[in-house]
């Protein structure tokens, strides 16, 4: 069974650049047709798309976030990693890592434990 | 962005009952998802393609819709039940979700 195993520091400063690793383990992350999402909830409000990642090397972001993002796979180590840069405290959430359903993009099947980050100085 | 709108954004209802949230999406999509959230947990997938169950996923959950409504039903609430509901749409980056409803049990 896949399973997804997330790290990060929880607290980030103002401006400073937010880093987070996924590590996958149960299934090959080089798996064909295989795409990740990453999800944030802030507190107190509903689920907010990140971003994807495919192993086509499609990448899509949200538009209001997209100047700020950066998402890669390493194989290697079979892990995700999404970076938010100059984060401000709007970025305070708990972040998901997901895989999504193969064969049925865009629904969200098996989510990481969550990471909470908060943004403060 | 389409947006999504759930309601009732919570719920109190008996064990046995028959309960219902609707997501309106603001333009009409084809394909949606409902996940359920348990507090400190993450949100777990119950229905993709609109009315498809995921495996493992009790048969009391179910869902319906298609334009721009669609409807999950927990047909006999149990106790475990009690949790956050949201609905997502499929179709069209950026993905989003609805706010969420709280279903309590009474």
């Known amino acids: 069974q896949v399973q997804l195993r997330q790290s990060g520091p929880g607290l980030v400063r103002p401006s400073q650049t937010l880093s987070l690793t996924c590590a996958v383990s149960g299934a090959s992350i080089s798996r064909g047709g295989s795409c990740w999402s990453w999800i944030r909830r802030p507190a107190g409000r509903s689920l907010e798309w990140i971003g994807r990642i495919c192993t086509s090397g499609t990448t899509n972001y949200n538009p209001s976030l997209k100047s700020r993002l950066i998402m890669s796979v390493d194989t290697s180590k079979s892990q995700l990693s999404l970076r938010v840069t100059s984060v401000t405290a709007a970025d305070t959430a708990v972040y998901y890592c997901v895989i999504e359903a193969l064969g049925y993009f865009y629904y969200m099947d098996v989510w990481g434990e969550g990471t909470t980050v908060t943004v403060s100085s | 962005d389409i947006q999504m709108t759930q309601s009732p954004s919570s719920v109190s209802a008996s064990v046995g009952d028959r309960v219902s949230i609707t997501c309106r999406a603001s333009?009409?999509?084809?394909?949606l998802a409902w996940y359920q959230e348990k507090p400190g947990k993450a949100p777990k997938l119950l229905i993709y393609?609109?009315?498809r169950l995921q495996t493992g996923v009790p048969s009391r959950f179910s869902g319906s819709g298609s334009g721009t409504d669609f409807t999950l039903t927990i047909s006999g609430l149990q106790p475990e039940d009690s949790a956050t509901y949201y609905c997502q749409q499929a179709d069209t980056i950026p993905l989003t979700f609805g706010g969420g409803t709280n279903v309590e049990i009474k």
């Open positions: 333009e009409a999509i084809a394909w």
């Open positions: 393609a609109t009315s």
